[in-house]
């Protein structure tokens, strides 16, 4: 099963950006739809953005279009979430999520907190 790496979260104000990667074990990478979700504290977990397997189209949750981008490099078997004009709103611990040939999510990475001040 793909093994899932998240990095890049950290304490940010807001306005500001971060971004995210999440580096997977699995030479199959390109097989995979890639997405990103979060969870806040007392909140369930919720889609963020999603990157398809088979012409890297994206789809992103209503709450963060415009201001986050998914982006996948398959020659490097990583997912990155470049996410702007973050608002408090955004804190929460984000997951990367990999879906063999766009199935269920199936595996998923330990997480990266992500704090956004106001």
């Known amino acids: 099963q793909v093994q899932l790496v998240e990095s890049g979260g950290g304490l940010v104000q807001a306005g500001g950006s971060l971004r995210l990667s999440c580096a997977a074990s699995?030479?199959?990478?390109?097989?995979?739809?890639m997405g990103w979700f979060r969870q806040a504290p007392g909140k369930e977990r919720e889609f963020v953005a999603r990157?398809?397997?088979?012409?890297?189209?994206?789809n992103y949750a209503d709450s963060v279009k415009g201001r986050f981008t998914i982006s996948r490099d398959n020659a490097r078997n990583t997912v990155y979430l470049q996410m702007n004009s973050l608002k408090p709103d955004d804190t929460a611990v984000y997951y990367c999520?990999?879906?063999?040939?766009?199935?269920?999510?199936?595996?998923w990475g330990q997480g990266t907190q992500v704090t956004v001040s106001s």
């Open positions: 699995e030479r199959t990478f390109r097989t995979y739809t």
């Open positions: 990157v398809m397997w088979s012409d890297s189209s994206t």
């Open positions: 999520a990999a879906s063999r040939f766009g199935g269920r999510y199936d595996a």
